[in-house]
C-alpha cells in the first residue's frame, strides 16, 4: 500500500491510501490487477493537527522552562513572545507578577495591548478577571471562542478585541510567581 496526495477534480487535494494485489499467471503474466483506493484525508488532517499542537506545547513548555529560570522574567519576555508569535499565531502576551501581601497580581511586561486599554489589566486581585482566577486557581485557563464567552471574567480580553485566550499560572514548587497569558 502507498500513501498518496491526489488531486480531485474540483481542484482540492486529499490523501488516499492506494493497495494493490497482482495475480501472475503460470508464464509469469499479469493475469490480473486488483486495486483499492481508500479516502484517508480526515486521518492525515487529524495527524497534523495532532503533531502541530504537539510543537505548540513543546513550545509553550520550553517558554516556561525558560521563564521559571531567570531573576527577572519581564526581561526576556519579549525575546520568548517574539518567537511564539508566529508558530502559535498570537497577538498578545501579559506576564503577571504576584504582588506579595496584596491579594493579586501586577501586568510586569506585554505586547499587543493599546496603552489605552491597559489601565484594566495592570493589577488583578485573585479571582479577578481570568488571569487573576488563573492564579487563583493555579490552574490554566483556556478560553476557544473569547468573544462568544459569556464569562463576565473574559469581558477585559473581549474589550481589546481578542479572540483566544490562554492563562497559565507560574508555579515553583508551591509559590505561584504569576501567571503568563497568550491571546
Given at each position: 500500500s502507498?500513501?498518496?496526495?491526489l488531486l480531485r477534480p474540483d481542484g482540492d487535494t486529499i490523501w488516499v491510501t492506494v493497495t494493490f494485489s497482482i495475480q501472475w499467471d503460470a508464464g509469469g503474466r499479469i493475469q490480473s490487477l486488483i486495486g483499492v483506493v481508500?479516502?484517508?484525508?480526515?486521518?492525515?488532517?487529524?495527524?497534523l493537527e495532532l503533531r502541530t499542537q504537539a510543537h505548540r506545547q513543546q513550545l509553550l513548555?520550553?517558554?516556561m522552562d525558560r521563564l521559571l529560570r531567570v531573576d527577572d522574567p519581564a526581561e526576556v519576555m519579549q525575546d520568548i513572545f517574539a518567537s511564539l508569535k508566529t508558530t502559535l499565531d498570537l497577538e498578545t502576551f501579559l506576564d503577571y507578577d504576584v504582588v506579595p501581601d496584596n491579594g493579586g497580581i501586577r501586568l510586569v511586561a506585554w505586547s499587543g495591548i493599546p496603552e489605552q486599554a491597559l489601565e484594566p489589566l495592570i493589577f488583578l486581585k485573585f479571582g479577578q478577571a481570568l488571569c487573576g482566577t488563573s492564579a487563583a486557581s493555579r490552574q490554566p485557563i483556556i478560553v476557544d471562542h473569547l468573544q462568544s464567552c459569556t464569562d463576565p471574567k473574559a469581558s477585559r480580553m473581549q474589550a481589546v478585541g481578542s479572540t483566544a485566550y490562554a492563562c497559565f499560572p507560574l508555579i515553583v514548587g508551591e509559590r505561584l510567581l504569576g501567571t503568563l497569558a497568550f491571546a
Open positions: 502507498l500513501d498518496q496526495r481508500e479516502d484517508i484525508d480526515a486521518r492525515k488532517r487529524a495527524e513548555s520550553e517558554t
